[in-house]
């Protein structure tokens, strides 16, 4: 609990986590706009998932600049001086980022359902405009591990960098293969309406499971070399 409320106060202080709450809503509004100026309702679910997709990486860079500020100013040598697990921080560092951002993407699927109608699916079913909703927050986490595992030894600005960059180098294939697999970015997929209807929970259950396994690996590097840092 108190490592939780200290995370929290350093993204506040370092003003990440307002960008976290507030980046996939900024994607939500840009996304109106375009669908209010071109009047293609294709043209708005498209936006809204190159949106949110951004929105997913910057929140992962801000989440790993954020861990390496916390190494950088001397917060994680001094917690850890007073007998703070060092898995425990860096877990601290995932687990509420994550939450913030399953917060905030869900607030903008709430938004986006209400000012684009039909735009997270092509189905009004309850149960898999929430699979989306978590399939579209789901990259952020194992982009954030990654942000993490930079961040033992890297200083804010290349962490940051590096995960913007790691995401596009992803990216390029999984835009080649587009829905002809299930991959970690399936639900950006589902939400520009590019998944037949009749799938939508499969492939979005599916993307979620592979960012989550994607993720755990990476935070357990990211422990690895955590823990055998010399702070």
Same mark, same amino acid.
């Given at each position: 609990m108190i490592l939780t409320i200290h995370v929290a106060r350093q993204l506040w202080i370092q003003l990440r986590l307002l960008g976290i709450l507030a980046l996939p809503a900024i994607a939500t509004f840009v996304a109106v706009i375009v669908d209010g100026q071109s009047g293609s309702r294709e043209a708005g679910r498209i936006a809204l998932a190159l949106g949110l997709a951004t929105a997913a990486v910057l929140s992962a860079a801000l989440v790993g600049g954020g861990f390496a500020e916390e190494i950088r100013s001397g917060a994680a040598a001094w917690l850890v001086v007073r007998a703070v697990p060092r898995? &425990?921080?860096i877990g601290a560092w995932f687990v509420l980022p994550a939450l913030a951002v399953l917060v905030a993407f869900v607030l903008a699927g709430i938004l986006a359902g209400l000012a684009l109608p039909l735009a997270l699916v092509q189905a009004p079913d309850p149960i898999a405009v929430a699979v989306t909703l978590v399939a579209v927050a789901a990259p952020a986490l194992p982009l954030s591990a990654a942000g993490l595992v930079i961040a033992v030894y890297a200083p804010v600005r290349v962490t940051m960098v590096a995960v913007i960059g790691l995401a596009l180098i992803v990216a390029l294939p999984l835009v080649l293969l587009g829905d002809a697999a299930v991959h970690a970015a399936s639900g950006y997929w589902l939400?520009?309406?590019?998944?037949? &209807?009749?799938?939508?929970?499969?492939?979005?259950?599916?993307?979620?499971?592979?960012?989550m396994a994607v993720a755990g690996?990476?935070?357990?590097?990211a422990a690895l070399l955590f823990v055998r840092r010399d702070l």
């Open positions: 898995t &425990a921080l939400v520009a309406g590019m998944v037949p &209807a009749d799938r939508p929970i499969t492939v979005g259950l599916q993307a979620t499971g592979l960012c690996l990476l935070w357990g590097v």
